[in-house]
């Protein structure tokens, strides 16, 4: 094998339903009938890159929002999270669909969601929950609408700042409707929607994938509305669920008000709590690296100063995490930056000594090599300018793709 890829009604309160909020301690058994086919990694209320509604919420409006499954299954249930909301979130009314074009859904296709039996809900502030059951017939990569329609005053929402894809808002209740006339509004965040699961085409068994880490994995730099993500090419490529679990700007050893929390306090939530995860590939250091590189960068705090070996424990922390549920994890070496608002002499010293040590301690189950593999041949230390987005530090749509094609043969064998 390559050494570079390698192996080692008003709203009734979820409790009062006898709904099962989901807490982390649902037991495998129980999980296992469901297969995670998307997730979102929820955030804290912020600013973000591109205007959104977090901070704003939601008052006597529907949200519409469009995701692409990557398993399939002849029942679907959504997954919601109030997870940094300080009050009780009450949803209305909910809606799953097969997608049309852009706001619109297919005819016919309209299921409404409940919850304990009824369409109206409240989610606890800090909760998270899962619809019932739906019956809807879907394949891999077919995408999806969601639809939440919230009569009352939300406050902030818990979100997903970075979707690459468009996210639609109505005045009223628009929660059936099949054409996107009533959708003016548009955003290109994720509003308390976590995840899409799916049920009954396949045996119920553990295959599914978890790409962790911040913006590369979130899919900074892909053409929006295309799902040309790293996620969305690994799909392509394996026939297992591959799921996203990426915040742009996330740091693996500290919390961020714009780019979520640390990912030792998020890591069983974004990923060994989906339901069906075998593996998970981690792909995250470079902001704690670079951050204190960058000069005028007023998001880009805390920016401690970090050396390698807080790195390293930082990652064993997750390695230990993962093994305590029996999934393997996959570690994937920091891609080339060199040139970046990330880079300087320290940050060269200790993203070198993380590799190095990513490549050669033989605690990751496996490795992949994504620095050597996208590396400028001209200059290591730079991203291959055919991967590159404008930035050099992300990829772009080709550089993605190249990222799932270096690790699909991993996930098959």
Known sequence: MNKLVSRAAAPLAAGALGLTLLTGTE??????????????????P?????????????????????????????????????????????????TIARTDKGAAVRPGSVRHLTFGGRRSVTIPAHGQLSSDAAALSLARLDSVTVTLHLAGTTGPATFHSQAWAD????????????????????????????????????????????????????????????NRRYSDALAERVDRPVLN????????????????????????RDALDLPGVSTVVLLQGVNDIGFSEARDQPTYKPSPVLSAAELIAGYRELIRAAHERDVEIIGSTLLPFKGTTHWGAR???????????????????????????LADPEDPQRLNPAYAYEDGLH????????????LAPLLRA
């Open 46 to 94: 912020a600013t973000g890159f591109t205007p959104n509604w977090s901070q704003e919420g939601f008052s006597g409006q529907t949200v519409r929002q469009v995701v692409r499954l990557t398993g399939g299954g002849d029942r679907a249930r959504i997954r919601l999270s109030n997870a940094y909301g300080t009050s009780p979130l009450d949803i209305t009314g909910a």
């Open 347 to 373: 940050a060269e010293k200790v993203s070198a000594e993380v590799n190095d040590w990513i490549r050669h301690s033989g605690e990751f189950d496996a490795v992949v090599d994504f620095d050597r593999l």
């Open 167 to 226: 996210s639609y808002r109505a005045e009223g209740d628009h929660r059936a409707d099949t054409g996107g006339a009533a959708f003016q509004d548009r955003s290109r965040s994720w509003y308390y929607l976590s995840g899409v699961d799916v049920s009954g085409t396949r045996p119920a068994g553990r295959d599914g994938v978890v790409l962790f880490g911040d913006s590369i994995t979130d899919g900074f730099g892909s053409t929006p509305n295309a």
């Open 245 to 268: 679990a990426g915040i742009g700007g996330n740091l693996l050893l500290n919390d961020s008000a714009w780019y979520g929390e640390r990912s030792s306090a998020r890591f069983r």
């Open 27 to 44: 037991s495998h058994a129980h999980r296992a009938a469901w297969t995670a086919a998307w997730a979102a990694s929820p955030q804290l």
């Open 395 to 406: 990829p772009d749509d080709d550089g993605y793709r190249r990222m799932a094609e270096i």
